[in-house]
């Protein structure tokens, strides 16, 4: 992709591409950055990077001119790409809960509530660096996860009541 992507965007004569292990290219961006060095990156969102260097603040993410995808992508459209107006150029993720269709049968009121959680960016990548950091292990994650929801109570608080009047 990223291939393709300096040919239709002629870029290979002002961008040279470092292959690699992708944390240490990371961490290579970050000691060039911090060292007033350019640099340009492809980075997964969410992801740590995004709290070592952060969007709008730090480093800007680039948009493409139009869309363009190897042979094997050609089915995506700039629709696919574009968040706000500002078209990316890589195929927009999106987080998602998935579950047993039995469970979310047997549980409504479980299924409203996946439906309505919304857990932005900064607050999935910030876990995606504490977790890089360390704070690994299953009783990290569910700490995490309870300082979350004290820091988001009132939001966490609403989901469940209007999940739980499924059940009514």
Do not use: C
């Not at 591409?17 to 640099?39: C, F, M, S, V």
């Amino acid at each position: 992709m990223i291939d393709h992507q300096l040919q239709a965007y002629e870029l290979q004569d002002t961008v040279e591409q470092n292959l690699g292990e992708y944390t240490i290219l990371l961490a290579d961006a970050i000691t060039r950055y911090q060292q007033g060095k350019p640099i340009i990156y492809f980075a997964y969102n969410p992801h740590w990077i995004s709290s070592v260097l952060k969007p709008g603040e730090d480093v800007v993410w680039l948009e493409v001119p139009f869309t363009s995808f190897p042979e094997s992508m050609k089915n995506m459209s700039e629709k696919d790409t574009s968040v706000d107006g500002k078209n990316f150029g890589f195929p927009v993720l999106q987080q998602r809960i998935f579950a047993n269709k039995k469970f979310l049968e047997a549980n409504p009121v479980a299924k409203r509530w996946f439906e309505l959680v919304k857990i932005s960016i900064a607050d999935m990548n910030a876990e995606s660096l504490r977790i890089k950091e360390g704070e690994d292990q299953p009783e990290d994650i569910m700490r995490h996860a309870q300082e979350w929801v004290k820091n988001h109570q009132q939001k966490y608080d609403s989901w469940l009541e209007i999940a739980r009047k499924v059940a009514n």
